[in-house]
C-alpha cells in the first residue's frame, strides 16, 4: 500500500471567524453631562459590571443612572435582556474645555503646600498658579483656594476670572473648568513655572483634557452620533426636549425610499410626561407623514423610553422565532396609566378604553394594564408607529435585516480577494452571501412565507423588477431578490445593485370573533 499524503502534506485545521458579527440593537443615550470630554465621541457599557461601571462614571443620583437601570434591568418572555449601552454627550448648549484630575494625595499632605503650584494653559494664554493649602479641611476646600488662584489671573479675561474648580466624588479628582465655551477654547496644563510643583499631588499629571465645544441641536447630535456609532439604535434622552426640538429630529430621520427612513440604522425614542403635548407634537409629525420614531406618554415620570429602548435591545435575531411583538411585554416597575376607576370619570366618559383608544389613534405608546377581576398584568404598547411601517416590530425588524445584509456582505468583501463584478458567476456569488440572510429572517420570524399580497403590492413588485413571476415568489417564499444588470455607471463605479422584496410577518395584536347564535 502506498503512504499516504497526509505524511506529506499534514493539515491542521482553525476555525475562521467572520470579521464583524452582527449586535443586537442597543440604546444609545444622550446625556447632557459635563463629566463626558471631547476627546470622547462615546462610551459603551456591556457585560455583567456594565451598570457597576455606569454608576462609576456618573453616579447613581441622576435620571441617567435610573433609565440605565430600568434598560438593563429588562428581562423579555424568553428570558433575552439588553447586552449594551451606548452613551454620547449631547452638548445643549456651549461646554467650556476643562481638566480631569485624578485621585489626588490625602488633604493631609495637601495641607503641607503652601504654594501648590502648577501651569494652567487657556486658549494660549499661560498662568502659573499658586495656592496656600496649608489651612484646607478637606477636598473642597482645596478646590476653592484653587479657583481663587486662578481668578486671581485677570490679565487674560473671563476664561480664567471666570474659571471654576470642584472636587468630584464621582470622578475621583479635581475638575478645572475654564470661564469661556466654544470649539475654540482649549485648555493644557503641566509642571510649575515656580512655586512647589504639585502637579501629582493635586492629581493632574495624568489628567483627561476637553477641549471647548459648540452648541448643537438634537438634530446635530443624532446626526454627530450617528455617523459616529451605527451599532447604536434606540437614541433617546432624559433632557427635556421642546416640541420644535422632536420635529427637528424627526425630520433629520426622514429620508423616504419606497415610504421608509434611509436611516433604519437608527430609531428615535421620546419620552414626554404630558398628554396635551404628546398629541399636540404627535398631531403634527403625522400631518408630516413623519415615521421611524416612538412617542412614550409617561405622566407618572417612570422613564417608558428606557423600557421601549430594552425590548428593541432584547430582540434576538440569530435564534428560531427570535422576533417579537412589542405589544404584550412585560412591564415590571411601571406602573399602568389604565386606573381610571372613579365614578365620576366613568360618567363622565373618562374610561380606560377611551384613553387607550385617545392614544392608540395617535399611535403613542404607554404602560396598559389588562385585568380579568382581582387578576392584572402590565404591559407596554401598544406598539404602534405612525407612518408606512405602523407597528414598531417591522421597524425595528427592517433595521435588524439591513444591519445582517450589510455584515454578511462586508464579511464577504474583508476575507475574500475579490468579488467579481461581471458575469452569471458574479450574480450567483452575491446570491449566496443574500440568500442565507433572507432564510435567517425567514426563521425568526421577521419575514413571512405562504402570505398575500394585495393587488397593490402585486403591480407595485412588477414594477420594481419587471418579473411577472416576483410577486408569486414574495407569496409563496417570503422574499424574492434580483441582481440588476450592470449599467455603464455601474462599471465606472465598480458597483452592484440588489433589488429585495419581502413580505413582512407583522403580529398580532387584536382577534375579532364574531357568534352567529342559531335557535335562539
Known sequence: MSLPFSKFV????????????????HMLLAMDNALIGTGTPYKEYAGATALTNFAADFGTT????????????????????????????????????????????????????TDASFLLTISGAEYNVQADLSTIASYSDAAQRLQAAINNNTDNGAAFTGATVEYSTIAGG???????????ETIAIAAATAGTDALAQLGFADAELSAGANAESFAEFCDRIYNANTAGFSITTTAALTAEEIQDAVAWLQGSVGGQTIYTACRLVFNINDKTTAKAIQSTLKELSYTGYVVCYDPNAQWVNALDCAIAASTDYQVANGALNFNFQPAVGYTAITKLGDVVNYQQGQTNLSLAAELDDLCISYVYSVGFGTQEQVLYGMGLMQGSFRTEDIQVNEAALQAQLQTEIMNGFVSLNKLKLQGQDAKGFIGTLITPVLELFKTNGSIAMDGKLSNTDRNSIFQATGNDAAADAVEQNGYYFQVQDLTTEDIALRRVRVLICYLSAGVVNQIRIVDNIYGA
Open 10 to 25: 499534514p493539515i491542521a485545521a482553525t476555525v475562521q471567524s467572520a470579521a464583524f458579527t452582527v449586535e443586537k440593537k
Open 62 to 113: 441622576t435620571a441617567d443612572y435610573t433609565v440605565a437601570q430600568k434598560y438593563f434591568g429588562f428581562l423579555s418572555k424568553t428570558g433575552s435582556a439588553p447586552e449594551k449601552l451606548v452613551v454620547a454627550r449631547w452638548y445643549k448648549t456651549a461646554a467650556a474645555p476643562f481638566v480631569k484630575g485624578t485621585k489626588p494625595a490625602t488633604v493631609a499632605a495637601l495641607k503641607e503646600l
Open 174 to 184: 479635581f475638575i478645572i473648568t475654564a470661564g469661556a465655551a466654544g470649539a475654540g
